[in-house]
């Protein structure tokens, strides 16, 4: 098949991860790929026999009316037997694309409960019938999207994000190198969380937690918080540990391309968001077989099943108690659920079984 995908940009995101190891595993399987990046700089690059074109569009209407035709130019030559655009902005402007422009199958994946404003639930809604099939990441995020009447059941589907188990998996030798590059003793419990510093993540939610954490029980050795990620509320973030008086025991390491060595160095993850639809990060955890402590945000409590603690959102006492349980569980325990936590990601959403969704759906419409 000729699969072009379209994506509003290719920044460090887990829909721009997802879209592009989709893109890079339907090339392995012989298929002729292509990925269109509407806006920004490509932080996540496919790989080499993947072709791809930045537009690198610009947020005026003069802008999108020429990659409109811009792009109409490319599907002329590329001829796609599946157009499959991921993201609000690029769902719209795919839908926009085929009322002047012959697009066989159009399928539009949004990636999150919360893709924004009202006004963007109303563009959802009335191009809705412009794409012939929507998805979104989790069940919890398809039920919002036709609770505010973006879509509905008949056209919006559950297909949940893939990991690559053989990229994401846990090693000794990575734990102790890491762990003595950022300082931290063997006996020092690490603390991880990893997402945009961005309203969705809730990392007020995680400070406060851990502010809690430090206040309210004994250490023989102090737990340290690790967060990577940037974002327009970095700023405020870091005021925000000096007035909880924690700025010694946090540490803001920024955008990393060391997800997967960071995670064998930590003890635990953390997942503080108000809203999520089916967060990568969350997989790539599990397959790294860390004891995580997430709130009840999307897809979240689909993909730990009961293999680790989920809490209410808002709520950084219920947080700061199941973090304190996990740090106290004995070796034993902790590798026990570690190992029970990978297998279960293994079983559901390994990259494979999420290929052969989307193999399922494409012939289904092709």
Not at 197 to 222: G, H, M, R, V
Request: include cysteine.
């Amino acid at each position: 098949m000729n699969l072009l995908y379209i994506i509003t940009g290719l920044g460090m995101g887990g829909a721009e991860k997802q879209t592009v190891l989709i893109a890079n595993k339907m090339h392995e399987a012989g298929h002729n790929v292509m990925i269109i990046s509407l806006t920004g700089d490509t932080l996540v690059k496919p790989t080499d026999g993947v072709q791809l074109n930045e537009l690198k569009l610009e947020k005026t209407p003069f802008s999108l009316f020429k990659g409109l035709f811009k792009v109409r130019k490319i599907i002329k030559k590329f001829k796609p037997d599946i157009v499959h655009s991921h993201m609000f902005h690029a769902n719209l402007f795919a839908r926009l694309l085929r009322t002047f422009t012959k697009i066989p199958v159009l399928i539009c994946t949004a990636h999150n409960t919360n893709e924004g404003s009202s006004l963007r639930m109303l563009a959802y809604k009335y191009t809705d019938k412009l794409a012939s099939l929507s998805t979104n990441v989790s069940q919890d995020a398809v039920d919002s999207f036709i609770q505010k009447g973006a879509s509905t059941a008949a056209r919006m589907i559950v297909v949940s994000n893939g990991i690559d188990t053989s990229q994401f998996d846990f090693s000794m030798d990575d734990r102790k190198k890491k762990r003595s590059e950022l300082g931290i003793f063997d006996d020092t419990p690490m603390l991880l969380s990893v997402g945009r510093l961005t309203e969705a993540k809730d990392y007020p939610n995680l400070l406060t937690a851990y502010s809690l954490l430090i206040k309210n029980n004994k250490f023989q050795s102090f737990p340290r918080l690790f967060i990577v990620g940037t974002g327009h509320l970095e700023g405020q973030l870091k005021s925000m540990s000096k007035e909880f008086g924690i700025e010694n025991y946090v540490t803001f390491l920024g955008q990393r391309n060391d997800i997967r060595q960071l995670m064998c160095a930590a003890d635990i993850f953390i997942l503080s968001s108000e809203w999520e639809g089916f967060p990568l990060v969350i997989t790539e955890a599990m397959a790294c077989k860390k004891l995580i402590v997430a709130t009840d945000a999307g897809g979240i409590t689909e993909a730990l099943g009961d293999c680790g603690s989920v809490v209410p959102v808002k709520d950084p006492a219920r947080l700061s108690q199941e973090i304190n349980k996990m740090i106290n569980l004995s070796d034993e325990q902790k590798e026990i659920l570690g190992n029970k936590v990978r297998e279960r990601i293994k079983q559901t959403n390994s990259i494979e079984k999420i290929i052969e969704r989307w193999m399922s759906i494409y012939t289904q419409y092709y």
